[in-house]
């Protein structure tokens, strides 16, 4: 096992991480920006690093500062969290260079994966199933007969990044003209890539994804899926385990599938195959993440599983844990500091910021009253998770415990999440892609 | 004529000027994309005119109802 870990990220996964250092017995080091300085995970840690700016840029995302952090700190393991570094092949790879262990599969699936064409291209090798759709497209001109091969409205996509930056549906081959240069143009200021493709786009779609955990020896399982179909501009924001409403033997027949193509094609540590649930109730390859994710704990709650502790035993040389079994039903929100109207970002100083504390309810933040939300990171405030025996149960305790959450200095979503909650259509289980966006203005 | 205040509905930081002083604008024309919290906010024109003041400068951190620019309304 490692003895000192680094911990390459911030907030709620910085305290995730820290925490699972805490139950493996390994020292942890975390990062943290001047913005950070306040934050909780820093005092849990063994020790801290300052990483002098603001920016993800000169701080987080800072190559060149973070393998010197990681050379001072003598810590013989980095993990990377999610966002930020986490995919990046080649900071993976000077880790590794350095003799420290990466917390995460190889550099070569980091790029792999990354790319979302050659993805997909090997995937369709594998018989994996998948929707329609392009190869990289270099002109309009290729992207409208492509578009039409496939059948409009189409979803025009980055091939690199990820977060919904730059993806677009597009309708007719005008409005692909149109979309055409500036998804282009939005990939390449964002990715450093300006590669996009088309793909058949799926209305009303489900979002499933099944999480797998794969060993240095070969061995690959699954623990299960989550459904992650409520969205806004591509974002997640409420994911829950299991999927409700699904057919199990095919979701099963899935994860079985990734669990397959996976030991065959020889992937180690973590990761999430993603996929979009057609309303006939056909599954197509949507992305692979080669990484922990921000919705992982719904699971954890189902599986009793410690995703995070697994990674890092996992990247240590260990074994598998037993192939767990399903308890209950588990049901995450994301609490975003943005307006529940507009979506709008919202910054400034948590004068109150009282988590609810309440049995089978988690709450991960990397946050703590009195600090600031600056606009220099992501809009998480929290994640709020809330376990039942029962479905109803899990999603009833969740909208109390948003109810209690009191925030105070800057807008939060709290009060949409409320609303899909006590919705009927989502205690039905009747969620899709489209959902969401039927409680915005 | 009358002088309109383009302001910032969000903090963060200037990313793009889309349009530049002496400009004709209409109603919902790009002005500029802001940045925060990795989101891109286009800030449009709430009215029609002529863009006679450009405040702020790309990379320039903003605030919240900070006036970025300001319109001569037709």
New interface residues.
């Given amino acids: 096992m490692f003895q000192r870990l680094l911990v390459a990220n911030r907030g709620a996964i910085a305290r995730r991480i820290v925490r699972a250092c805490h139950r493996l017995g390994i020292e942890s080091v975390a990062l943290y920006s001047d913005a950070d300085s306040q934050a909780p995970y820093l005092a849990e840690a063994t020790q801290s690093i300052g990483l002098p700016g603001n920016t993800a840029a000169e701080t987080y995302l800072n190559k060149p500062l973070l393998l010197q952090a990681i050379l001072n700190s003598g810590a013989d393991a980095v993990h990377p969290g999610y966002g930020f570094l986490a995919e990046d092949a080649d900071f993976a790879q000077q880790v590794m260079d350095l003799g420290v262990h990466f917390v995460g599969p190889s550099p070569q699936w980091l790029s792999s994966m990354g790319d979302k064409v050659a993805a997909r291209e090997l995937m369709a090798e594998h018989n994996f199933p998948l929707f329609a759709g392009s190869k990289e497209l270099n002109s309009v001109t290729a992207a409208q007969r492509a578009a039409t091969q496939i059948g409009y409205p189409v979803m025009l996509k980055p091939a690199a990044g990820g977060g919904g930056i730059g993806m677009q549906v597009v309708a007719d081959d005008q409005g692909l003209a149109v979309a055409f240069d500036r998804c282009q143009r939005m990939a390449q200021a964002a990715f450093g890539n300006g590669a996009v493709f088309v793909e058949a786009w799926i209305s009303p779609a489900r979002h499933i994804e099944v999480q797998v955990l794969a060993d240095e020896h070969g061995n690959v399982m699954h623990a299960f899926e989550r459904d992650c179909s409520l969205q806004r501009r591509q974002q997640k924001v409420i994911e829950e385990a299991p999927a409700p409403l699904v057919d199990r033997q095919s979701v099963l027949a899935l994860a079985e599938r990734s669990v397959e193509l996976l030991a065959t094609l020889g992937y180690n540590n973590v990761g999430t195959l993603e996929t979009l649930q057609s309303p006939s109730g056909e599954f197509g390859f949507l992305e692979m993440n080669t990484r922990i994710q921000v919705e992982h704990g719904v699971t954890e709650m189902v599986t009793g599983l410690d995703l995070v502790a697994e990674q890092i035993q996992l990247a240590a040389g260990g074994q598998l844990p037993p192939q767990p079994t399903l308890s209950g039903y588990a049901v995450q929100a994301r609490v975003y500091a943005e307006d529940s109207q507009t979506s709008m970002p919202s910054t400034g100083r948590l004068q109150v910021f009282a988590p609810p504390n309440m049995r089978h309810v988690r709450v991960e933040t990397g946050y703590a009253q009195g600090m600031t939300v600056t606009p220099f990171y992501d809009p998480l405030l929290a994640k709020v998770l809330a376990w039942a025996p029962t479905r109803e149960l899990a999603i009833g305790r969740l909208a109390v415990a948003l109810q209690a959450y009191e925030i105070r200095g800057v807008r939060t979503n709290i009060a949409l999440l409320r609303r899909i909650l006590r919705s009927d259509e989502f205690l039905a289980g009747r969620v899709h892609t489209g959902l969401l966006q039927q409680f915005l203005g | 004529m009358a002088k309109v205040e383009v302001e910032s509905?969000?903090?963060?930081?200037v990313w793009k000027l889309q349009v530049a002083v002496g400009a004709a604008v209409a109603v919902g024309d790009v002005l500029m994309i802001l940045?925060?919290?990795?989101?891109e906010?286009p800030v449009e024109a709430p009215v029609a005119g002529t863009l006679t003041e450009m405040l702020v400068a790309e990379t320039d951190a903003v605030d919240?109802d900070q006036v970025l620019a300001i319109i001569e309304a037709v």
Avoid: A, P, Q
Wanted: proline letters at 0%; aromatic letters at 0%; zero cysteines.
């Fill in positions: 509905e969000v903090t963060g930081n940045e925060s919290m990795k989101m906010i919240e």
